[in-house]
């Protein structure tokens, strides 16, 4: 039995930022804002600590800074007290963002089966790119969601590539432990390899993030999210997949509206798109309400300049339950499709399983992605999120409800030429070059003749 532990969180909003502190970057962080020429702006700078510390001796619990939205999430359990804050002359404003009022039920687990993965690559023309030796090398990615069980023991994952975990979370269960284990499910499709198992990107490192709580649903988890992103982009992450969904929360007046999901509304939408901006691929799950009554995606799906991704099944037909789009204010969503529904996983229990959810299509695409930029290192994200809308099979004739551009062909994405990078410089690239034999146009990489499919044919 769990305790029911009452939280009153709150993210309170400050005026400015008074002290000249240096931006919170990693060395990496720093040499990819240099490498891709995104200048270092006000975001980039902490919070002011002495507002913080003035918070504190009021007995105020912070949880985290956003140096993003120049506030804080802050526990404060007296009533009083937070009228004291609003008033001090730094605040702006002081915003309810979790109430607890009863436990959530604990999520059911799905059935076993012996499933393999190669029809969930296949899809997307993933295997020419492992062939070809690309799995995600140099590629640092974050997944974040609510717990990642076992994944500290698991066999089929690789724990050398993990470089560190982080918990945004009010959780007291161990960050490995149960009831967590949605993560380890979702970081299995890009990671893990069993004997009937292979993920999308096994040479990609990454980090472990927990910003989803178990027994609430509250505005206070996006808050969590926002600085899981804060730290991912601190920590020079390329990729972030999330397979996390806010729009129902336990009190009714918390829930969004339809208008809200714009991309320009939430914080949690608004941080995906900064990341975004500051050189992050973000992918988001388009959620699973198609075939419930709220029906649309949810935040931060319905952030600009990301991959928000879609449900289908291995021959490429769209899941019911797969959140419809468009965003609020009229752009294409979900962006892209992968499979979903009867998605090969593997369990935190040790053996691979059926799973239904765009939690799993979100990391597949993730995936998909690290291995793309693995063998295109000197693009940056804009260009490869371009690369993987181009390569999709609806890319001239999108829909704007459910399947977006469509699937995406990782080989194509790969081979193309773009609008963004020109023909000649594709051309010299030493991972790839095309030559002209019997009269027709092939790609040669690392001694090997490819078609245009992915084919190896010399």
Same mark, same amino acid.
């Not at 910003?211 to 988890?221: L, V």
């Given at each position: ?299 931060? %799906? #319905? ?5 928000? !991704?879609? +449900? *289908?099944?291995?021959?490429?037909? @769209?899941?019911?339950?797969? /959140? $419809?789009?468009?965003? %609020? #204010? ?5 962006? !892209?499709? +992968? *499979?979903?529904?009867?998605?090969? @996983?593997?369990?935190?229990? /040790? $053996? ?107």
């Amino acid at each position: 039995m769990f305790a029911l532990i009452l939280f009153f969180v709150y993210f309170v909003s400050f005026t400015d930022k008074p002290e000249k502190t240096a931006p919170q970057l990693s060395e990496r962080a720093v040499e990819q804002r240099a490498k891709w020429g995104i200048a270092t702006d006000q975001m980039d700078y902490p919070v002011s600590p002495m507002y913080l510390d003035s918070l504190r001796r009021m007995g105020v619990k912070i949880h985290h800074a956003s140096r993003w939205f120049n506030g804080a999430t802050c526990e404060i359990k007296d009533e009083k007290l937070v009228a004291k804050v609003q008033a001090l002359s730094f605040v702006t404003d002081v915003e309810l963002t979790r109430d607890d009022s009863k436990p959530m039920a604990m999520p059911k687990r799905s059935v076993p089966t012996d499933r393999m993965t190669d029809d969930q690559l296949a899809l997307f023309n993933l295997h020419p790119l492992h062939e070809a030796g690309y799995e995600g090398q140099g590629i640092v990615m974050a997944i974040c969601d609510n717990g990642f069980q076992s994944a500290d023991t698991l066999p089929c994952f690789r724990q050398h590539l993990e470089l560190g975990h982080f918990d945004f979370t009010d959780e007291t269960i161990d960050f490995y432990g149960s009831p967590g284990d949605h993560g380890t499910m979702c970081l299995s499709t890009i990671t893990a390899i069993a004997d009937d198992y292979y993920g999308a990107a096994t040479k990609a490192r990454y980090y472990l993030m927990r910003s989803e709580e178990n027994m609430t649903e509250s505005p206070k988890e996006m808050d969590n999210l926002v600085a899981a992103l804060e730290k991912a982009d601190s920590l020079g992450v390329n990729i972030f997949s999330v397979s996390l969904g806010y729009a129902e929360f336990d009190r009714a007046d918390w829930t969004l509206s339809y208008a809200a999901l714009d991309g320009k509304t939430t914080r949690v939408s608004r941080a995906a798109t900064i990341a975004a901006r500051k050189g992050m691929l973000v992918c988001v799950a388009a959620g699973n309400s198609g075939d419930k009554e709220w029906h649309k995606i949810m935040a931060p %799906a #319905d952030a600009d300049s990301i991959l928000t !991704v879609g +449900a *289908v099944d291995t021959q490429g037909m @769209i899941g019911a339950f797969s /959140g $419809f789009g468009p965003s %609020a #204010d009229g752009r294409i969503k979900p962006e !892209v499709c +992968a *499979v979903g529904v009867n998605a090969a @996983i593997y369990s935190p229990f /040790g $053996f691979s399983m059926y799973g239904n959810g765009t939690s799993f299509a979100a990391p597949l695409i993730a995936g998909m992605a690290a291995c793309v930029w693995s063998a295109l290192p000197d693009e940056n994200a804009m260009q490869i999120r371009e690369r993987i809308l181009r390569s999709s099979d609806r890319y001239t004739h999108p829909d704007s409800n459910q399947y977006g551009y469509g699937i995406p062909d990782a080989w194509k994405a790969y081979t193309m030429s773009t609008e963004i990078e020109s023909e000649e410089l594709r051309v010299k690239s030493e991972a790839c070059r095309k030559i002209l034999k019997d009269g027709q146009l092939w790609i040669l990489r690392n001694g090997h003749v490819y078609n245009f499919a992915g084919q190896c044919v010399e």
